[in-house]
């Protein structure tokens, strides 16, 4: 058969997604002489099939690549975005049965005191690809603050608004609804620093009540209940990653 070029990787590229190490760490191991392909050291940029090649790092066996789950959980109030937490507080890992948790990780965070929204996943590219500022994907939520803010006050925080000396991005924001003294927000973010909603909120004398992220960017709640989660359907996820 000939050689088909398209299984061909990297072979930094291949102990990468094996999980086993970050392409720089596996890089430096190929230049120290502790990588081999089919029983010779490897050399820095050579290219193999996973599939047929025999790879061994430090004499080992690279790991069977895992297959990607990405799964979408509705955050309760009171679980904190980790895998685990030294002061026995609740993880949104302790959600999710404990047969799938292997490899899994949050994919950035929602405050304990937030609800809605959060992926977790063991693929390294989805959570660059969600984390990065560069990519400035969307996240949606469903705020309750105290107050009705006017107007003006509206268009200052759509415009962006210092925080940590630092202007925020522009920001989608329109009223939904006024009941009793409050008023519900609907916010879309292109990014996401520490407890940003809050704290804009609050400088501007109208404290959240209430804060539910209810999408990642294409990727929506739809109904899923409070404290359930799903597994996304590998095109649902992909699109994210091919999403402009």
């Excluded at 404990?98 to 977790?120: F, M, T």
């Excluded at 996943?121 to 603050?145: A, C, I, M, Q």
Aim: a positive charge.
């Amino acid at each position: 058969n000939s050689l088909d070029i398209m299984s061909l990787s990297r072979l930094q590229k291949i102990i990468s997604d094996s999980g086993l190490l970050s392409r720089r760490k596996a890089d430096l191991l190929i230049k120290q002489g502790r990588v081999t392909l089919n029983g010779r050291k490897a050399i820095t940029g050579e290219k193999a099939d996973p599939s047929s090649d025999h790879i061994l790092v430090d004499g080992r066996e690279l790991p069977k690549k895992l297959t990607n789950k990405v799964f979408l959980l509705n955050k309760p109030y009171g679980f904190i975005s980790s895998c685990q937490d030294n002061y026995g507080r609740k993880t949104i890992l302790s959600l999710i049965p404990s047969d799938l948790r292997i490899g899994i990780h949050p994919v950035g965070r929602l405050d304990s005191d937030s609800r809605g929204a959060i992926l977790l996943t063991n693929n390294g590219d989805l959570t660059l690809r969600l984390t990065h500022p560069k990519y400035s994907h969307t996240k949606t939520y469903l705020v309750w603050v105290s107050g009705k803010p006017t107007q003006s006050t509206l268009d200052d925080w759509r415009e962006g608004v210092l925080l940590d000396n630092r202007l925020t991005m522009p920001a989608n924001i329109k009223v939904m609804d006024t009941i009793n003294q409050k008023t519900l927000l609907k916010v879309i973010l292109k990014e996401g620093r520490n407890r940003q909603i809050r704290r804009i909120a609050s400088l501007f004398g109208h404290p959240v009540k209430d804060l539910q992220r209810i999408a990642i960017s294409n990727i929506k709640l739809n109904g899923l209940q409070e404290g359930k989660w799903c597994e996304l359907k590998t095109k649902e996820w992909t699109s994210i990653i091919n999403y402009k």
